[in-house]
């Protein structure tokens, strides 16, 4: 069996998508998602120009070795363009074994070690009680894990809560160029601690909450954040602080229990080596579009298990369905499985394009036996949403200084 042709697609059904067709001599096709959110055009000449030339001819077959190639024998190493390049390809070899196989890329991984994948759904809300409004519908519909986001008083736009914009692309205008947000540490700080306290005197302690700092607090603002939320008993803080410097988690860890975790934007296992390997985390976050693919978070998956880490990998909405497939394989397979984060399945034009199997049942995915990833890729739906430039906003303090995003 051999390689004969790589197809790249972008499309836009509100986000964009980057996403992978490898098709083989024998007419078998796998499919993977290379989605850097703002860098689409990035990763996709990496692929056309440098990554699909060198596999035509290939075997699909030989997973582990393209990667290695792909990884190893470029001068150029890591890096989100490269690593979601391989992610892609990747996913696609798992997706074509599989279809081989006549199995899902579960079964191949080692088989189940769950009946469901955990789910915890989004609350974003206007201010607090709009949150735990929006929390009580998820609670409703049977999830037992829930993100709480809340505007921050006297902020104009607050991370993740879009206020009357139904999306980036509106947030952004016609320019379009990156949208920006206002930061206040201490704004934050007077309405963060209210969130939680409200929400554990209305839901009670049943049910796990997190939170996303996105990054915007220091070590040590980070520290005292999770202390003082340490009484409303948080499933996870989630990118407290950015952890370019590894070392500088010691200070978040080493002032609190409430558990940690981070990786989104990682893209090797290098870049959590010594966060696992010291017990500074308790989830690792990374996504298989970003950090190499399913080969790659299979081996950052059982590194973790060694130190107690958690998986709970990053499940935005930037993610197409193919690499939420992907974590869908890894999470019922996984035997150090924590949580995948989940925003529902899209709107009309991404479910037009995207088609998968799996159902929500009570908070949890189920997944289906389909052969390989199980999501089908709508060429001809896809087209009909092409590219669109979009940026994510950047993040200013109140007197004009740019901020960790
Ligand atoms: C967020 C993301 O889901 C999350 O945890 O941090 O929404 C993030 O902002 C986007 O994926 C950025 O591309
Ligand atoms: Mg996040």
Same mark, same amino acid.
């Given at each position: ?42 990763v ?13 001819g290939?075997?699909?077959?030989e ?42 890329v ?30 009580q519908?998820?609670?409703e519909n ?5 993100r ?14 879009l ?21 206040s ?8 601690v ?12 049943d049910?796990?909450?997190t ?9 040590i603002?980070?520290?005292?954040l ?13 990118? @407290? %602080? ?5 070392? =500088? $988690?010691?200070? #978040? ?5 409430t558990? *940690? ?6 893209n ?38 060694v ?6 990998p990053?499940?935005?909405?930037d ?55 199980g ?6 739906? @896809? %087209? ?5 430039? =979009? $940026?994510?906003? #950047? ?6 200084? *740019?901020?960790?995003?």
């Open positions: 069996m051999k390689i004969q042709e790589i197809k790249v697609f972008v499309c836009s059904p509100g986000r964009n998508f980057v996403t992978v067709k490898v098709i083989t001599d024998e007419g078998t096709y796998g499919l993977g998602d290379a989605t850097v959110n703002g860098r689409e055009m990035a996709v000449a990496y692929l056309e120009e440098h990554v699909a030339p060198c596999l035509i290939r075997d699909p077959q997973i582990e070795d393209i990667w290695q190639y792909l990884y190893k024998g470029v001068y150029w190493r890591k890096g989100p363009i490269t690593m979601a390049a391989i992610a892609a390809i990747d996913m696609a070899l798992w997706d074509i074994k599989g279809k081989i196989a006549n199995l899902p579960y079964q191949l991984l080692g088989g189940k070690s769950r009946k469901g994948v955990t789910f915890y759904a989004h609350a974003n809300g206007e201010n607090i009680d709009d949150t735990l409004d929006k929390a519908e998820h609670i049977g999830f037992k894990a829930i709480l986001q809340s505007a921050i008083p006297g902020l104009k736009v607050t991370y993740g809560v206020g009357d914009k139904k999306d980036y692309f509106e947030l952004q205008g016609s320019r379009p160029l990156p949208p920006e947000e206002e930061w540490t201490a704004k934050y700080f007077n309405s963060i209210e969130l939680f306290k409200k929400a554990r005197e209305r839901f009670g302690y049910v796990h909450f939170h996303d700092v996105h990054s915007r607090l220091t070590p603002e980070a520290a005292k999770g202390k003082l939320l340490e009484p409303y008993n948080l499933l996870f803080l989630e990118d @407290a %602080a950015i952890a370019e410097n590894q070392d =500088s $988690y010691k200070i #978040v860890r080493h002032h609190t229990t558990p *940690l975790a981070i990786g989104e934007t990682y090797t296992i290098w870049d959590c080596k010594d966060l696992i390997q010291n017990q500074l985390i308790d989830y690792i976050r990374v996504a298989a579009t970003h950090a190499g693919g399913i080969t790659a978070l299979k081996r950052i998956t059982d590194f973790a298990s130190y107690n880490v958690k998986t709970a990053h499940g935005a909405p993610l197409s369905p193919v690499c939420f497939a992907a974590h869908m394989h890894l999470n019922i397979w996984a035997p150090n499985f924590g949580i995948q984060e989940f925003v529902g399945f899209g709107n009309e034009g991404l479910n037009r394009i995207f088609k998968h199997k799996f159902t929500v049942e009570n908070g949890m995915g189920m997944m289906s036996e389909a052969p390989g990833l999501v089908e890729f709508d060429e001809a739906a @896809a %087209a009909e949403y092409p590219y669109k430039r =979009s $940026y994510l906003p #950047v993040s200013r303090l109140e007197d004009g200084t *740019l901020w960790n995003w």
